[in-house]
């Protein structure tokens, strides 16, 4: 259900592997969570009809009007409208202002889910996660994702690298939204957005959240989505429904992220809510299958948060049947709808890149396995030089080639090749015999570009989605705290 318009859209034989250095453990625990998803995902894609995930380029008509967050940043020239999205059974959306901003803009989100519902997290593998991040996880601990009542979002403080009074923070806030929606702290998840190494005042936002629950409405979604924006220039959402033995079921989602967008779990905030009926376990499992193919699939550049957060809900008023097995056929539809919501949200993730002019498609294939490829596909995406010949509309191939070899995953350099949209750079190891300079520059002109790299050495492909790297992005950080 993308909503932006189509902007344009190759293997030899296998040679020996060189020889590589032994996998480190954090390594050899990748591997090993590979082979165990992979079977999931088959058992998932086989519960019922093949469906195909959403073309990203695939054009949708203009919806709400899109409005910049910060004051002074303009609009990402890649920004999409945010969708209409209706309520969602069993969740009620409220925003207000607890002023942990300058200047006046909402910076706090309440979802209220007055009969409890499902719930399902992904965090950041960060080795310096938030408070927020701490309590949720811990309360997942407790309650394993059943009967949850609420979610506290605040923006302009990440409460992170902040010790035990940020921890103290965290449980006062889950501590007086409990009270203000009369259930219990363990029933209250967290998230927070904005500046590290600062305590978040937790008196304001208690002050606020009286404010905040008489703004509680199920079709709050598009205030919601402003609310958690830091430096994003545009809200971010997405919608869709899907079938469950014969019940229609909606899923909507809304994201914040701009820049610290890089492949470790989410990168981001995300929070999506579905009325259908599903157990927690399977919730967690859908989740954690396709954060890789969409959140974990993104850069902007290269570094990882320390609040990252998905959080998927299930509030089980659509009145089907709830699923309780991860390979239910039931679930096909509906498995395929997330993904797509999921894959909406991530690329808008990278088309609100901070200063960024091109939205990037790599696409890595002959590599000796999908995690290989992935590998050698976000090599390609972080690199600042290929980042900033993209932005100067240079196809330098070079650099390309560069960063798939920097890494120490195998490649055949004598059939490696290069292509640029339709048109190939280069081909077995060499300049392509068709290469067209004026071509190739009348390509990279587009807002919307595509990169395939083939390594020659195997099967497996991966896809990677980045932007380039223009004098916005440093003009955005180097004014970040302002």
């Given at each position: 259900m993308?909503?932006t318009?189509a ?7 296998p040679?020996?592997?060189s ?6 453990p954090a390594e050899l ?5 590979e082979?165990?998803i992979?079977p999931?995902?088959s ?9 195909a995930v959403r ?5 949708t008509?203009?919806?709400v009007?899109?409005?910049a ?19 969602i ?6 925003v207000?202002r607890?002023g942990l901003?300058?200047?006046v803009r ?5 979802m ?7 719930c ?8 310096v996660?938030?408070?927020?991040v ?11 994702g059943?009967g949850v009542?609420a ?6 403080c990440a409460?992170?690298?902040t010790g ?5 923070a965290a ?7 409990a009270?203000r ?11 927070s957005t904005?500046v590290?190494g ?5 008196h304001?936002?208690a002050?606020?959240?009286p ?6 409405k199920?079709?709050?979604?598009s ?5 958690i ?18 019940k229609t079921v909606?899923i ?5 992220g701009?820049g ?10 995300a929070f999506v ?15 954690q299958?396709h954060i890789?193919?969409t959140f974990?699939?993104?850069?902007v550049?290269g570094d990882?948060?320390?609040?990252d957060t998905c959080?998927?809900?299930a ?10 097995r991860?390979?239910d056929r039931?679930l096909?539809?509906?498995n395929?709808k997330?993904?797509r919501?999921l894959?909406d949200?991530a ?5 609100d890149?901070?200063?960024a002019s ?5 696409h ?7 995690l290989?490829?992935r590998?050698i ?7 600042p ?5 993209i932005?100067g509309?240079?196809a330098?191939?070079g650099r390309i080639?560069?960063?798939a070899?920097k ?5 055949d350099r ?7 949209g339709?048109l190939w750079a ?5 300049v392509?015999s ?7 520059s009348?390509?990279?002109k587009?807002?919307e570009?595509?990169?395939?790299v083939d390594?020659g050495?195997g099967r497996?492909?991966?896809?990677v989605?980045?932007c380039?790297?223009?004098k916005?992005?440093?003009e955005?950080?180097?004014d970040?705290?302002?």
């Open positions: 993308s909503k318009p902007k344009g859209r190759a293997k030899p034989a040679k020996a592997p020889r590589r250095k032994a996998a480190n625990a990748v591997q090993t969570f082979r165990v992979d999931l995902k058992v998932l894609k086989g519960a019922g009809p093949n469906r073309d990203p380029f695939e054009p008509p203009p919806a009007p899109v409005v967050g910060k004051p002074g940043l303009k609009v990402s020239p890649l920004a999409v409208d945010f969708p209409r999205i209706p309520a059974a069993g969740v009620e959306l409220g207000g607890a901003y300058k200047h909402d910076d706090l989100l309440v209220h889910f007055p009969e409890g519902a499902a399902a997290g992904v965090f950041t593998r960060h080795h996660g938030s408070a927020p701490d309590w949720c996880k811990r309360q997942f601990e407790q309650n394993g059943e009542k979610l506290v979002i605040n923006a302009g409460n992170a690298f035990k009074p940020g921890a103290d449980r006062r806030t889950a501590g007086a939204a009270k929606l009369g259930c219990r702290q363990r029933d209250v998840m967290l998230a904005g590290i600062v305590v978040l005042d937790d304001k936002i002050a606020a959240l404010r905040v629950e008489e703004d509680l199920a079709d709050n979604w205030a919601a989505a402003r609310a924006m830091t430096t994003d220039t545009f809200p971010k959402g997405a919608y869709a429904t899907a079938r469950i033995e014969g909606r909507a989602g809304i994201a914040k701009s610290m967008i890089a492949p470790d779990m989410a990168t981001m905030l809510v579905t009325d259908a009926a599903i157990a927690p376990s399977v919730l967690r499992a859908i989740l299958l890789r193919t974990n699939a993104v850069t550049d990882t948060s320390t609040n959080l998927l809900f509030t089980g008023k659509a009145g089907n049947p709830r699923i309780g991860v390979g039931r096909a539809d509906f395929a997330l993904e919501v894959l949200l690329h808008q993730l990278v088309r890149g901070e200063g091109k939205f990037v498609k790599v890595v294939t002959g590599a000796q396995s999908p290989s490829a590998r596909a976000r090599s390609i995406a972080d690199s030089l290929v980042k900033t010949a932005a509309e240079d330098n191939w080639v560069m960063a070899g890494t120490e995953e195998v490649i004598d059939h490696l090749s290069v292509k640029f339709p280069a081909r077995d190891g060499a392509s068709t290469y067209d300079e004026a071509k190739m009348a390509y990279m587009k807002p570009l595509e990169i395939t390594v050495v497996g492909s991966a896809t989605w980045t380039d790297l223009t916005g992005y440093i955005i950080n180097g970040y705290r302002s």
